[in-house]
């Protein structure tokens, strides 16, 4: 479980990244596996969402990694909608990318994983809207939210 995260979110594109920072290594296999998923983020990308981690270590089959945001998994975001200035996943199903199977190096792609489970608050308190020119432009005001007030 990760708390606290920061970032950004588009209500109406349904997109965004939100990271919790932390991390988790998975080690077995005598000593074979030793993969560290760290630098944990929450993307969303309008009709998907993905987890992202870094990761580092060896595979199960001894490999060497080193990868940055990779997203590792990726999750349908269906009728995901802001409710009440909060955006809830709730037991989203999810399945390893192959980005993911890449990196892990133990499972192969679309392999089910657990499901999701988020509350990202992304309430009009928690952006900071920008003024609209003065001028007769076509330009229009863009609220940027983030997980902190």
Not at 2 to 8: I, P, R, Y
Request: aromatic share 6%; with cysteine; hydrophobic share 40%.
């Amino acid at each position: 479980m990760w708390e606290n995260g920061v970032g950004s979110f588009d209500d109406k594109t349904l997109a965004g990244l939100v990271s919790c920072g932390g991390s988790i290594t998975f080690t077995g296999h005598d000593g074979a596996l030793n993969t560290t998923l760290a630098n944990a983020g929450v993307e969303l990308a309008g009709e998907k969402g993905y987890l992202v981690f870094d990761v580092t270590g060896t595979t199960q089959g001894g490999e060497s990694i080193d990868q940055k945001g990779v997203r590792l998994a990726e999750f349908p975001l269906g009728d995901a909608a802001v409710v009440d200035g909060v955006l809830t996943l709730d037991a989203i199903p999810t399945t390893l990318t192959e980005a993911g199977a890449s990196a892990f190096g133990t499972y192969a792609a679309g392999e089910e994983l657990d499901p999701v489970t988020a509350v990202i608050p992304v309430g009009a308190d928690c952006g900071v809207a920008e003024e609209k020119p003065d001028s007769d432009s076509a330009a229009t005001a863009v609220v940027t939210t983030a997980n902190e007030p």
